[in-house]
């Protein structure tokens, strides 16, 4: 069974370092979302891609996030420079377009010293 | 934006025993309500969802339950086994059938089943 894949899984750094995480989508699948999970809480949405559009950013901090998906499949997210309070698990999920499930990847786990 | 709170934020039952989690949702065009479990260190995985046309929906052990006019609904699973611990999210949409497809997750609830 397709699998959406992410890398790194695990990453640490030290706040003003940049870091970017990479997300393969399940292929076929238009729609890329990249949430953000801390520790206790249930995941945040910070950007949706439709195809390589970002359809919704509203909660993306884009003083330090950045988020791409050029070819409309795989995407990267970056944070430059990293704070302390960035440290979380980030999520990347997708979609088929007309369908309503979800499908999350494994999760980068940041870690910010 | 929808702000979905889900309780109890911990759950402990006996092997065999029943397990609810309830979630509630603040937006009435809400449309699409699934239910993920996520194992320590894995990845979320939909275990079941509920669209608004229905009231109640069931899988084998598990079931979920929507009530539109209260604005909640509720996770339910039966004969509970050590495997079924983990944490479970639920989440609300607003989107479905469009192409946005936002979800809004509650905080979660660690479930444990003691053998």
């Known amino acids: 069974e397709a699998e959406v894949a992410q890398s790194p899984r695990y990453k640490i750094t030290e706040k003003s370092q940049a870091v970017a995480f990479w997300c393969d989508p399940i292929?076929?699948?238009?729609?890329l979302y990249w949430y953000r999970q801390i520790l206790g809480q249930g995941p945040e949405l910070l950007v949706q891609?439709?195809?390589?559009?970002?359809?919704?950013d509203s909660q993306l901090p884009k003083d330090r996030f950045s988020a791409e998906r050029l070819k409309g499949v795989d995407s990267t997210l970056k944070i430059q420079p990293a704070e302390l309070g960035d440290s979380a698990m980030y999520l990347c999920a997708s979609r088929l377009s007309g369908a309503d499930t979800q499908y999350f990847g494994p999760g980068t786990r940041l870690t910010v010293l | 934006g929808e702000n979905v709170e889900q309780h109890p934020s911990t759950l402990s039952v006996q092997e065999g025993d029943s397990a609810v989690i309830k979630c509630t949702y603040s937006?009435?065009?809400?449309?699409?309500f699934p239910w993920y479990k996520q194992e320590l260190g894995k990845r979320p995985q939909l275990i079941i969802d509920?669209?608004?046309?229905?009231g109640e929906k069931k899988d084998q052990r598990i079931a979920v339950t929507l009530n539109k006019t209260a604005k909640h609904f509720s996770l339910h699973i039966t004969e509970t086994q050590p495997e079924d611990s983990a944490v479970y999210f639920c989440a609300a949409s607003r989107d479905r059938g469009s192409t946005l497809g936002r979800l809004y997750f509650g905080r979660g609830t660690q479930l444990t089943v003691w053998p």
């Open positions: 509920i669209r608004s046309n229905v």
């Open positions: 292929s076929g699948h238009a729609t």
């Open positions: 937006d009435s065009a809400s449309n699409y």
């Open positions: 891609f439709q195809d390589e559009s970002v359809v919704d």
